[in-house]
């Protein structure tokens, strides 16, 4: 997404437990959006109520601690697990700076995940660092390759990942074939300018996906979850060239990309349109404005809030039902679920958004699902509901 360029001007200017998650019952301050399908779907039975990760390994070794709500440390995982977390979402890069989101790192939190009863979606960006419609940099090791080497490179980093997380008996039961993919990945070679060669690209890593974890659905994922034209325009090329996959995926950010009305008929459309289920990749929202660490949040003002969800916990839990409610009311059962984005990434020092740069600041931990004391947030309870594949 467009966090990352956001960022950038920005930053220019322990012991697990396994107790009953135990959250207060106070009813929601705030009212959910009109006009959302709310009444007509209940979200908290989709088959996926997931949320990215990707920060905790990280975070962990660098001291973060995450605690229930009544203050008791646990271990996250069981935390998410306990209150009806169905899948989690990790990003891959190959080789990045500071050595985390690789298959090293994800092949533990795999096992933790699998334990407590947890699926996973693994993201693969094909790149050393952020991959989003502002910039698909290729891994520095990929640099001088052809489009055939290109080629060969994807299929071998996606059958290693997923071969490997397979091996160890915690196959994905979903994998994202690049990150939000509006104008292509590795770029020049497989940017929106040349789709054979994007589609060849696709298909290579989707191949290797198939060829080393059979049963791993395929995901293609967009940014701007609100454009039904880019999302026609896109997945009409997709079609055309053949490329196979299984699930559309949506990055959707209601301060970013325009009213819950368009995700909801965009959803509606695609589905149709493609015969392909659907899922919100990515969404977030605050539950606070400040900032806990020096750098200043991308979202904290009130014009930038959506209105009916103000920045406050129950603000931030209200948002989470009432997207799920949105997908859950596609047409047809064809709504999957969503994944909360890095609700994990409290503002742990040493754990920014700059890989390459261990002073760097969080912009997001308001927007986590656990607040400036480390507690687990009321949002969680959005995900409580019949588990489901």
Do not use: C
Request: charged content about 20%; cysteine-free; glycine content about 10%.
């Amino acid at each position: 997404m467009q966090r990352r360029t956001m960022i950038k001007a920005v930053a220019a200017a322990a012991a697990a437990t396994t107790l009953p998650l135990a959250f207060p019952d106070a009813a929601l301050a705030a009212t959910r959006a009109a006009g959302t399908g709310s009444d007509a779907a209940d979200g908290s039975g989709l088959r996926i109520r997931g949320m990215d990760i990707s920060s905790l390994a990280k975070s962990e070794a660098l001291g973060g601690v995450y605690r229930y709500p009544d203050g008791r440390r646990g271990d996250a995982i069981r935390i998410l697990a306990e209150a009806g977390l169905t899948h989690a979402r990790l990003k891959v890069w190959v080789n990045p700076a500071d050595g985390y989101n690789t298959k090293r790192r994800i092949l533990p939190i795999a096992r933790r995940l699998h334990a407590a009863g947890v699926r996973l979606m693994v993201d693969f960006h094909y790149s050393d660092t952020w991959a989003d419609p502002s910039k698909q940099f290729k891994p520095a090791a990929w640099a001088g390759y052809d489009l055939d080497g290109l080629k060969q490179a994807v299929y071998d980093h996606t059958a290693d990942v997923l071969g490997s997380l397979a091996a160890q008996g915690t196959p994905a039961a979903l994998a994202q074939i690049g990150n939000e993919l509006n104008g292509g990945l590795l770029w020049p070679d497989g940017d929106w300018n040349h789709w054979e060669q994007l589609a060849a690209l696709l298909k290579s890593g989707i191949a290797a996906a198939r060829a080393v974890s059979p049963r791993t659905r395929i995901v293609l994922h967009l940014a701007n979850g609100g454009d039904n034209g880019l999302y026609r325009w896109w997945f009409d090329n997709a079609v055309s060239y053949e490329i196979p996959f299984d699930v559309i995926g949506a990055s959707y950010y209601p301060y970013w990309h325009g009213p819950l009305t368009g995700l909801a008929a965009n959803l509606a459309d695609v589905s149709a349109r493609y015969d392909k289920d659907v899922l919100v990749a990515e969404t977030g929202y605050p539950f606070r404005l400040d900032s806990k660490d020096a750098l200043a949040n991308m979202i904290d003002s009130a014009d930038q809030l959506v209105a009916g969800f103000p920045a406050t916990p129950s603000g931030q839990e209200a948002w989470v039902r009432t997207l799920a409610d949105t997908v859950a009311a596609v047409p047809g059962g064809r709504g999957l679920g969503y994944f909360y984005w890095e609700g994990t990434w409290t503002a742990v020092p040493g754990n920014g958004w700059d890989e390459t740069d261990p002073t760097s600041g969080n912009a997001w931990e308001n927007q986590a699902a656990f607040d400036y004391d480390n507690r687990a947030l009321p949002m969680l309870r959005a995900f409580r509901g019949d588990r489901g594949n």
